[in-house]
């Protein structure tokens, strides 16, 4: 049902070629498949011609005749919205090729949106990625994918292109993976912040406490990178803080579900609401220091 991959050229339609998705498609044009993109601005999408790319009109062109299609839009709505309409990207697609999703997106879409799938004779793969912008431009993503094993056994040499795929289970399996990498994420972060704020406010120096912090077990590539841009003070977005919101939120709700109380995922959730409440929403998930400095108090001897 699915097309292998080991030294075949594809021919693939890329959908979404924001921050992560210009590097992501980037990497498959230089690997030597056929490339067809479409973004919603479309001038995003223009840069890819350079590679080989066809940008096209409308998003359900992209896959016209393609092997695989690859979503990396913002959120399930919008991947809903362009996938699944009467004129969606799905409706398009050829029986026997392959829909990969690779945005975060909750657990219950990639489990409907492989089911509309599987009723088009069409291959589906959830496959949320972390590692950022950087991992996107290197190739160094870490790829989670969840679907039926053969399948991802046939698009693995389309992923090795982008990163480190690992299956974790059935459909929707990805999504569960990725939201369970976010809770870690966002909670790390916060904890750096909180560290480095504190170590502020004590009087030593917060670069060199994280610098002193280093190869312990307190060490981690958070301390390393969103550590180094909180020091720094440089929030440019590699993951905005709005779609960190957006993964602790959709995380806490599937934990309800569960029946399980997230009890430290809540206070980080409520943190990031009111960083993007503050107007913070598009800048890099690692200046909550800067919600977590807004909400301090004045030390002690100042409050006189």
């Not at 096209?56 to 919008?78: E, F, H, N, Q, T």
């Not at 369970?180 to 030593?204: C, D």
């Amino acid at each position: 049902m699915t097309t292998p991959v080991v030294g075949t050229r594809l021919k693939i339609g890329f959908v979404g070629t924001g921050i992560m998705g210009s590097h992501m498609a980037r990497r498959l044009a230089q690997a030597g498949h056929a490339l067809q993109v479409w973004n919603r601005t479309p001038e995003k999408a223009q840069p890819l011609v350079s590679f080989g790319a066809q940008v096209c009109k409308r998003a359900a062109d992209v896959a016209l005749g393609a092997d695989v299609v690859i979503c990396m839009l913002s959120a399930g709505p919008v991947c809903d919205e362009v996938l699944l309409g009467q004129d969606g990207v799905l409706a398009s697609m050829r029986a026997g090729s392959t829909l990969i999703v690779m945005s975060s997106i909750p657990v219950e879409t990639a489990r409907s949106q492989g089911a509309a799938a599987s009723r088009r004779g069409v291959a589906y793969l959830d496959a949320p990625v972390s590692g950022g912008e950087a991992g996107a431009a290197s190739g160094q993503l870490v790829i989670m994918v969840g679907g039926e094993a053969a399948a991802f056994e046939a698009m693995r040499g389309v992923f090795e292109v982008m990163g480190r795929p690992t299956h974790v289970g059935p459909a929707g399996s990805g999504q569960l993976a990725k939201l369970a990498n976010q809770m870690i994420v966002a909670t790390t972060i916060t904890a750096v912040a909180e560290a480095l704020l504190f170590a502020e406010r004590g009087g030593a120096d917060a670069a060199q406490v994280r610098e002193a912090l280093l190869g312990g077990f307190a060490d981690s590539t958070i301390l390393r990178q969103h550590g180094l841009r909180m020091v720094e003070q440089r929030f440019q977005p590699g993951g905005p803080a709005k779609y960190q919101l957006k993964d602790t939120g959709t995380a806490l709700a599937f934990a309800r579900s569960l029946g399980l109380d997230l009890a430290v995922l809540g206070v980080v959730d409520r943190l990031y609401a009111d960083m993007v409440a503050h107007g913070d929403g598009e800048l890099d998930h690692s200046a909550i220091i800067r919600e977590i400095r807004r909400s301090q108090r004045p030390p002690l001897e100042d409050r006189a």
